[in-house]
């Protein structure tokens, strides 16, 4: 590990101002979900990072985070940050292929041994090792390997966090996250199909200014800075929530006037994200602002977790053929059960003997 | 779907004109600044329009170029500004009230200036620097 | 990796809320079918009066309390009422529970305002602590109790602070409070036919048995 500031150096170079910095730590307050006064904070933490080693493997995955996080228009401390790190082993992104880039990341591990970040996106598939590999590597083994070494791994995306689309019923591949794999080491998930890049960046911004301990986790593993309340609580549509007024259809009158998409099968109520305040390409919108109910994805399973178009309120079980069974039991047993009340209501007349007044006065 | 959206209200902008005059008050009293990140609370179109008739245009509007722009502007109650940053499209990155004699990013910056120094002085060590 | 509250609310959507309403439908339908084949014996005197008329009027007059009765125990009706009344409004008015009786039976309405329903709940819990109360207080009352109404009203007040605290956050985390909800109100549904809360459906029959006997006899329900 390098142990140079970076940043000031990379700021000077880009013909960036202070002002400029200080706006961006501003804002990555915010972001951080930090009061505003600690700005100057963070801008002299930041200011004294030092450059930490950066292996980021990809298994079972699209790429779209990788996609995500470099998708900035114009330069931006981002992306200072993104270049204060050393990314050492990349290989969508590197120029090295094959033996190459293993002999890099085998490199950079040994120089730095202990010291170095993992990132990961993707799961990994365990019902058969070959059926995602990298230069011939399994990626339980490129993981395992990796892992030892590292100071800490950031799962970013679903698919390394909670084992995500490739996870889902029935998981052919028997794919899982990495902390399924990996329990002896700090697993910070950054999940998101895929997350908000400027989440997965202020993490890493994080990371570099405060240490590892700064980021304080939930029971999932997710910085509670970005995943402790739900898109529905920071809604901008709650208010419609709180009236009673829902679109009922994609079309409808309640969906033009931008009522809450409830009704629709909108999960807000039960996903932790900032997509309601952060919101998605440079601030711009988030899926409900869009006008499409939320799916849920930086929550576990969420692919199968009751239909992306059920509203949460409504049951995701075969309840329909039960409730005509238990119509069909329930007559025949009603009807059973109301011959044995009448059999024990004859019988009991039958066994019935008058009684005559004569009865009631003999003495016993 | 801007028109759509603008009558849209979460009813917290009163709160927030609420601290807002409670900052004012400690401003003058203790001279304590207040930052107020509007990024952090529901605040939706209405709510701004609110807070915008309440506090009204002030004297000084300031445009910062670094990293795309900062909008700094007073508003019409002096000591409460309105500083907006955004990114180099155009797009908002956060949004805070400050109640504050000078908002700090409108100051030069001392790193800043001492970087200007070797500037300058190595303009004026120039040979062909203009001498008149 | 798992989200063991968002496991245990999809245990209360899928499986939990199957079994319920399994228990519930077969087991209303098990009892009345059960008081419909026992049946009564004909009535082979000659009719006074109109049975059936009177059989169905009794239906809605008995909602309307004896006269002198509401003096003699006032909070018993007043919170009785209030309790159904708020109970009601909070069923049957909140937007996530339309959606669920949409999609069960197809019929839907508009929703009220959230300002309304917590009002509706509150009201709806102070009279079940009220009636609950009354219960303790009065030793008739409270000899007459049974294991059974002491389950039902358990029962009954637990959607009820469940939901509120599901809607607003509270108690902790909202996917759990939001389960917990759902597991509360499947407990309802499967006592629903084996204890009092029947009176729910067998109100109309046995008022209308009522009404109608003394109606064939011409005299007054």
């Known amino acids: 590990m390098a142990d140079k500031p970076l ?3 990379l700021m000077k170079a880009h013909g960036i101002s202070r002002r400029g910095f200080l706006k961006y730590c501003a804002t990555l307050t915010s972001m951080m979900a930090l009061p505003p006064i600690l700005a100057p904070k963070v801008a002299m933490a930041l200011e004294g990072a030092s450059r930490p080693s950066v292996i980021w493997l990809s298994f079972q995955e699209c790429t779209g985070c990788t996609e995500a996080i470099t998708r900035s228009y114009a330069p931006t401390i981002e992306d200072l940050i993104f270049n204060a790190i050393s990314l050492d082993y990349h290989h969508t992104l590197q120029a090295a292929s094959g033996e190459a880039a293993e002999a890099a990341r085998e490199a950079a591990m040994e120089e730095n041994w202990g010291n170095y ?7 990994i598939p365990l019902a058969n090792p070959g059926f995602s590999t990298i230069a011939g590597i399994s990626n339980l083994e490129m993981l ?4 030892e070494g590292a100071a800490a791994i950031v799962a970013v995306g679903s698919c390394a966090a909670f084992g995500g689309i490739p996870h889902a019923d029935p998981n052919p591949t028997g794919a899982v996250s990495v902390a399924d794999i990996i329990t002896d080491k700090p697993i910070i998930n950054v999940p998101g199909c895929p997350p908000i890049p400027v989440v997965m960046t202020s993490v890493l911004a994080q990371f570099l200014a405060f240490g590892l301990d700064s980021i304080e986790v939930d029971d999932l593993g997710r910085p509670k800075a970005f995943y402790s309340e739900t898109i529905h609580d920071r809604c901008y549509r709650r208010p419609f929530y709180d009236k009673g007024l829902f679109a009922e259809s994609f079309d409808d009158e309640g969906a033009r006037e931008g009522w809450c ?6 999960k807000g109520p039960t996903t932790k ?3 309601a305040t952060v919101k998605w390409n440079d601030g711009t919108s988030f899926p409900i602002q869009a006008g499409h109910p939320c799916l849920g994805c930086t929550e576990p399973d969420f692919w199968d977790n009751g239909g992306f178009y059920k509203p949460l309120s409504v049951p995701a079980g075969d309840y329909r053929k039960l409730g005509l069974a238990a119509v069909a039991g329930g007559a025949v047993l009603g009807v059973a059960g109301g011959a044995i009340a009448r059999s024990v209501k004859s019988s009991a007349a039958a066994k019935h003997e008058p009684v005559t007044p004569d009865d009631l006065e003999k003495k016993s | 779907m801007a028109e759509l959206r603008s009558h849209i209200s979460t009813g917290n902008a009163r709160p927030v004109l609420h601290e807002i005059r409670a900052a004012l008050e400690a401003l003058l009293a203790t001279g304590t600044e207040t930052i107020i990140d509007l990024g952090a609370i529901p605040f939706a179109a209405g709510d701004e329009r609110l807070l915008d008739s309440v506090l009204g245009p002030g004297e000084v509007v300031a445009t910062i170029r670094a990293l795309g722009e900062t909008r700094v502007q007073e508003t019409g109650i002096a000591g409460v500004w309105r500083v907006d940053h955004f990114d180099e499209d155009g797009e908002t990155l956060s949004r805070f009230v400050e109640i504050t004699f000078m908002p700090e ?3 030069t910056q001392r790193a800043d200036a001492e970087q200007a120094l070797d500037t300058l002085a190595a303009r004026l060590a120039r040979p062909d620097a203009p001498t008149h | 990796m798992n989200n063991p509250y968002f496991d245990l609310l999809m245990w209360a959507r899928g499986p939990g809320f199957d079994i319920a309403l399994t228990i519930m439908v077969g087991g209303i339908l098990l009892r009345l079918v059960e008081i419909f084949v026992l049946g009564r014996k004909k009535d082979l005197a000659a009719p006074k009066g109109n049975g059936v008329l009177q059989g169905l009027r009794t239906v809605f007059t008995r909602s309307v309390p004896r006269k002198g009765a509401m003096k003699e125990a006032p909070v018993t009706y007043i919170a009785g009422y209030l309790f159904h009344i708020g109970f009601f409004v909070a069923f049957l008015f909140l937007g996530a ?6 999609d069960l039976i197809g019929i839907q309405w508009p929703a009220a305002n959230k300002a309304l329903i917590e009002i509706a709940t509150a009201i709806a819990v102070v009279a079940l602590i009220a009636l609950l109360w009354t219960r303790f207080k009065d030793p008739v009352r409270r000899a007459l109790s049974t294991f059974d109404d002491y389950l039902v009203w ?3 007040i637990l959607p009820l602070v469940t939901g509120y605290a599901a809607v607003n956050t509270m108690f902790g985390d909202s996917t759990l409070m939001m389960a917990i909800h759902m597991l509360s109100a499947e407990a309802l549904m499967i006592a629903f036919p084996f204890t009092k809360l029947m009176h729910a459906v067998t109100f109309a029959v046995s008022r209308y048995y009522n009404g109608s006997i003394q109606g064939r006899k011409g005299a007054e329900s």
Not at chain 1, 261 to 266: D, I, W
Not at chain 3, 97 to 102: D, E, F, Y
């Open chain 1, 7 to 9: 940043l000031p150096e």
């Open chain 1, 117 to 123: 970040l993992v990132i990961v996106d993707g799961s």
């Open chain 1, 144 to 147: 395992k390997q990796t892992a």
């Open chain 1, 261 to 266: 998409l409830y009704k629709l099968g909108c």
């Open chain 1, 273 to 275: 994200s900032v997509c």
């Open chain 2, 105 to 107: 990013i409108l100051r």
């Open chain 3, 97 to 102: 529970h339309i959606a669920l009786i949409g």
């Open chain 3, 154 to 156: 358990v029962l009954s």
